[in-house]
């Protein structure tokens, strides 16, 4: 199969079904649905409660149940596991029937490595691994892949665009992706921070509150959009922005000594060792006898 008969696999009729759509699966709902990737008839979900299913069939127009997780894994050519990692074998257990070797199965579940998942479903599964991060809901997302020996390449080309559809996709080695939670999955959060404190810092010397954050937000927007679209390394842009005896060399100084950059990067080490951690002890769990 070639790439662009890979493409046209996914359109219609392509079945997807997310399992456990909350926050995280129905931003991915939202973006297959906005990119065409996928259509409302294409598309079933599984929520925890009738009400959520009820908003989810009102927000989409896509088929939604409270639980049935079974019968929508077999609508699906593609099965997408959104559940928190402390259900997830208890997920995959239920729905290891429908499993089959044309049904490719992909886990959002941080921390919870693929081959607990093999271990739980007992056969022969193309199945991904998925770190998503919060800013796919506004189809700005990055996100890192990692897949078995059982995903053939045409497999593979049809997840990428799938996640594709809700931003920027990379493949990366399964054991790399507590790097990735550290650095994308969590990085949101500390760049929201610095946000927060460039606001703060236009409020201090006198900006009013609407266009400290205005400029804020741009500001960040419009750098990382800079580094994106020119291809030079971040060292390079800001050396372009600062001159001799200057105000931004002036900044700069005293966010190095402040160790700025040294703050970010024990961040990622913590939130990296902190994540594999988290998925040792998984293994240590569900490894144990029932």
């Known amino acids: 199969m070639s790439h662009s008969e890979a493409e046209a696999a996914l359109a219609p009729p392509c079945r997807l079904a997310v399992i456990g759509a909350g ?6 709902i939202g973006g297959l649905l906005h990119s065409g990737v996928a259509t ?8 925890k409660t009738e009400e959520s299913a009820a908003r989810l069939r ?3 127009g896509i088929r939604a149940t409270a639980g049935n997780n079974l019968a929508a894994v077999e609508h699906a050519d593609v099965v997408v596991l959104a559940v928190k990692p402390r259900i997830m074998a208890r997920v995959v257990h239920e729905i290891r029937w ?3 070797a044309n049904r490719i199965v992909v886990s959002l579940a941080s921390a919870f490595p693929i081959h607990l998942i093999e271990q739980i479903v007992g056969r022969d599964t193309p199945l991904f691994r998925a770190m998503p991060n919060i800013p796919m809901v506004v189809q700005e997302g990055a996100v890192a892949i990692a897949c078995n020996a059982q995903v053939t390449a045409e497999q593979r080309d049809l997840v990428a665009r799938i996640f594709a559809s809700i931003g920027v996709v990379c493949f990366v080695e399964e054991d790399q992706m507590h790097a990735v939670t550290a ?3 969590s990085g949101p959060a500390y760049i929201y921070m610095v946000i927060e404190a460039m606001i703060a810092g236009g409020l201090k010397m006198g900006l009013p509150h609407h266009a400290a954050t205005r400029l804020a937000e741009q500001t960040v927007l419009g750098a990382a959009k800079l580094v994106r679209e020119t ?15 200057g105000v931004t060399i002036s900044a700069i100084h005293e966010l190095e000594r402040h160790g700025l950059r040294s703050m970010l990067i024990s961040a990622i080490e913590t939130a990296t060792l902190r994540s594999r951690s988290m998925s040792e002890a998984l293994v240590e769990k569900f490894a144990q006898p029932e």
Do not use: K
Not at 23 to 28: F, K, Q, S, T
């Open 231 to 245: 291809g030079h390394h971040p060292a390079i842009l800001r050396d372009q922005v600062i001159t001799p005896g």
């Open 58 to 60: 009102e927000r989409f």
């Open 23 to 28: 926050n995280i699966g129905a931003a991915l």
């Open 98 to 100: 429908g499993m089959r």
């Open 40 to 47: 409302p008839e294409s598309v079933v979900a599984t929520a």
């Open 183 to 185: 650095l994308s999955g």
